[in-house]
């Protein structure tokens, strides 16, 4: 099993930042990827970025080049650095981690509003 704790997120006003955190214990050496979903209210559960253990990174179009997504392999962390944000960046976001099965966090809330 693979435990995720997220930390962060919060109420931002528009073209603010947000750090989001994510720290991943238990059988980690089974992890082969790590990353940050989202989901808007009444919006399916979308995928925002992904790093693998030898850093390979995934962004979805909508994020690039606002968000940037990083992991420590020695911490078994992995952090959103979030800027220039948009009220339709609102959502709940959930720590993700690959392994044997899919493993999520708890979630965490980010608010975009003015």
């Known amino acids: 099993q693979v435990q995720l704790v997220e930390s962060g997120g919060g109420l931002v006003q528009p073209g603010g930042s947000l750090r989001l955190s994510c720290a991943a214990s238990?059988?980690?050496?089974?992890?082969?990827?790590l990353g940050w979903y989202r989901q808007a209210p009444g919006k399916q559960r979308e995928l925002v970025a992904t790093?693998?253990?030898?850093?390979?990174?995934t962004y979805t179009d909508s994020v690039k080049g606002r968000f940037t997504i990083s992991r420590d392999n020695a911490k078994n962390t992995v952090d959103l650095q979030m800027s220039s944000l948009k009220p339709e960046d609102t959502a709940v976001y959930y720590c993700?981690?690959?392994?044997?099965?899919?493993?999520w966090g708890q979630g965490t809330h980010v608010t975009v509003s003015s």
């Open positions: 238990g059988n980690i050496f089974t992890i082969s990827k």
């Open positions: 790093i693998t253990w030898a850093k390979r990174i």
């Open positions: 993700y981690a690959a392994g044997n099965q899919d493993y």
